[in-house]
């Protein structure tokens, strides 16, 4: 017997029909509120799109007719090149600027990169002070009661200062660590000024001059806020006396206000400044015109830290100097890393390179001499100036023996070297760089460390 489906399909029985309830008569009011507007906002759009259709309609016809009837096939031909050719190099620009190495921001703080964020916390930097303080005091006790005789640092300084009060061609001065007289297109520029002490780090030499002998100061540059590098009182000495400008990296224009600062300006990596200005024509200045200067805030592998729970707070960074056809780099403070190679790729010439030595043991803060000579070949460099030594001392060893390491170093690499120069300063004293005459008396002095 069939199923009863199969029944009810054979023998045509009907399904009972269900009820259904009576529709209700249209009632316009009864329609939802927005509905004319999107009816009305519907008749618009469409409008609009037939009147931007009859535009580009029209332009299609009008454009290819003025061209005909105005410019020459040889000249619609260089002006789509030079169409594409802008549009190419805008979309390469941007994407040139988008890659650049930016520091990671996370809950107010800076950080190298998110990896190293990822890695460290803030508290491995403030909460180390008060482990160290144990053991930095007891070393540097015997020293402070006169039991221990504190090394000096035994690196000749000049007997006076020879830099004039301007210059056209650059002219380096070193003033002891990693602070720079710069003189360059008449612009007097002044990196990391410390003439003061800066405990409980040992100061192991005097600085090289006077403060009071500085020349006009045009711009001030500060790699970060360390009290190594950010000196309170010689910063508001040079600001009372040349009113200079202040340039910083981003977030320090707190600390710079607490000092009565206020002639600043703030910069992150890869900012630019440029400067020109029109000077009254003096003994100093005959010419009365200053040369283009361009400044740039480049990456670091550092930290920030002026207070006990501030660390990071504040951006750090290198800088790049641009005038008169010389570039000059100053790495400020920082470990080796990855953005020196990025660096020179955006600059693919640099003259001279100032670079860390101190201390000798490296670490992602600081580079010791081994790795600031593979920084100086990664930014493909012509003159290496060795900064950031015999000035203050946390260590039991001499005050030159991050020099002694570079130079052993400098010859271990010599091949790799072999088309560079190392020039070294006397504390206080006044050079010319020349790219393409290498100081020889330098190089040897250089090499003569090894025996110390």
Known sequence: MLPARHQTQEYGHKKPRPEHKPIAPFDEKTLPRYSKNTQLN???????????????????????????????????????????????????????QNNHSMPYCKDGRYYYSQEEYEQISVWNHFTSIPYKLPALIMRELPHLLGIKKQPC???????????????????????????????IG????????????????????????????????????ISHNHADHTDFATLKTVATRDNPLFIIPAGNTKLFNAMG??????KTWWEQLVLLEKTKQTADTPSG??????ITCLPARHWSCRKLLDANTALWSSWMIECNGTTLYCAGDSGYGPHFKEIAKNFPIINVALMPIHPIKSSSEHMGPKDAITAFLDLNAQTFIPIHWGTFSCESYIPEMPLIRLAQHWQLRQKELDAKQCLLFQFGQTKQVHPDAPDATTLESLMALTTY
């Open 153 to 183: 640092c035994d690196w000749p300084t000049v007997l006076a200062p020879t830099f004039p009060a301007r210059s056209i061609p650059l002219l380096l001065t070193w003033i002891n660590h990693s602070s720079f007289l710069i003189q």
């Open 289 to 294: 015109d200053k040369k283009l200067l361009t």
């Open 42 to 96: 519907t008749i618009k759009n469409k409008k609009k799109d037939v009147r931007m259709k009859t535009v580009l309609s029209n332009l299609k016809k009008i454009i290819p007719c003025m061209l005909n009837r105005y410019l020459t096939r040889q000249s619609q031909q260089i002006l789509f090149l030079l169409l594409v050719g802008s549009a190419l190099a805008t979309s390469w620009c941007a994407a040139e």
């Open 186 to 221: 008449d612009h007097n520029i002044l990196i990391d000024p410390v003439f003061g002490d800066c405990p409980p780090l040992r100061r192991t030499h005097k600085p090289g001059f006077a403060l009071e002998q500085l020349p006009t100061i045009d711009y001030v540059l």
């Open 261 to 266: 600062l206020t002639k600043i300006t703030e």
